[in-house]
């Protein structure tokens, strides 16, 4: 049967090897092309630019591994109407306060470099819907120098939301945990108005930390999760502690003078010793003294034992 012969439907399979001539034929795009255009572009500094004033888009993190460093970060953000811009004067100089820093001075707003200038930041800012505060904890800040670490952080912030942001933090060590309280303004550098993604914000900023401060001081090790995990407080191995000083303190009483049994031990052996007639015609005040003699405490002087 020759190929002239066959009926043009035939119900074979016959794939036309070789590159498809008109790609958009049917409307849709290849996958490549559509995922390209969902990415952010970046700008000429290397950042990346919003996707729009009213949608800030998702920011990818990675989470961190099981033994990275501990961070925890409060979030909150206030409204600049007339009543927030009087707190926020306030906020700063609650932050700016006296005793704060390690060595007990007032506090010292900064920025991301040394041009930074706190009378500029304190100057009220067109466009100004909120202002974002951070409250940022490693569990490891006293090892930390907080203001570096709060530099990268902030850098990797921008860089995660795209923005040249506004933001002046000061370092807080009037505390067990030494943390960095950090102010963001509600505009960025090019006047823009400034939203930050929820999810971001809960756990995405806290995940950067975390690398930031691991990268510092290193992973932690398996005895420091496992003094964690442990349910048994300082105060209670403090207590156990004491215990077991207190028992061997007892111990070394107990060799140096003659052990005396307690009341139950003589209970018992009384019961396995058979009668005999020398017990039974002792009299009752001798027996009665054994049994206070008893309770005198070992190494303690005989007359401080009370006697019937």
């Excluded at 990415?39 to 990346?48: I, L, S, V």
């Excluded at 995660?160 to 550098?189: E, F, S």
Aim: net charge positive.
């Amino acid at each position: 049967m020759n190929r002239s012969d066959r009926p043009e439907d035939d119900g074979i399979l016959r794939p036309k090897m070789g590159r498809r001539r008109s790609r958009d034929r049917d409307g849709i795009s290849p996958f490549h092309v559509r995922m390209a255009r969902t990415a952010p572009r970046r700008a000429g500094d290397g950042t990346r630019r919003r996707r729009g004033r009213n949608n800030p888009g998702r920011i990818a993190v990675r989470e961190p591994h099981a033994l990275s460093r501990r961070c925890v970060i409060k979030a909150r953000y206030v409204g600049m109407t007339a009543s927030g811009r009087k707190l926020a004067k306030a906020h700063l100089a609650y932050l700016e306060r006296d005793g704060v820093e390690r060595d007990g001075s007032p506090g010292h707003l900064y920025g991301a470099d040394e041009k930074f200038s706190a009378e500029e930041f304190r100057e009220p800012l067109a466009k100004e819907k909120r202002q974002f505060r951070f409250i940022v904890s490693p569990e490891d800040g006293a090892q930390l120098d907080l203001t570096e670490f709060a530099r990268q952080f902030m850098r990797q912030v921008e860089k995660d939301t795209g923005r040249r942001l506004i933001w002046a933090a000061v370092n807080h060590h009037d505390t067990d945990n030494p943390h960095v309280h950090i102010v963001v303004r509600g505009v960025d550098r090019d006047g823009d108005d400034l939203r930050i993604d929820g999810r971001y914000l809960g756990e995405g900023m806290r995940w950067r930390a975390q690398e930031i401060v691991t990268r510092e001081l290193g992973r932690r090790s398996e005895m420091d999760v496992s003094m964690v995990k442990s349910p048994v407080s300082a105060t209670e191995r403090g207590t156990a502690r004491s215990s077991l000083n207190c028992a061997n303190l007892l111990g070394a009483w107990g060799t140096r003078t003659r052990y005396s049994p307690p009341l139950s031990a003589l209970a018992k052996r009384s019961q396995l010793r058979p009668p005999s007639t020398e017990a039974t015609s002792q009299p009752r005040s001798s027996r009665t003294n054994v049994s206070i003699r008893s309770r005198c405490i070992p190494g303690a002087a005989r007359s401080s034992c009370t006697s019937a």
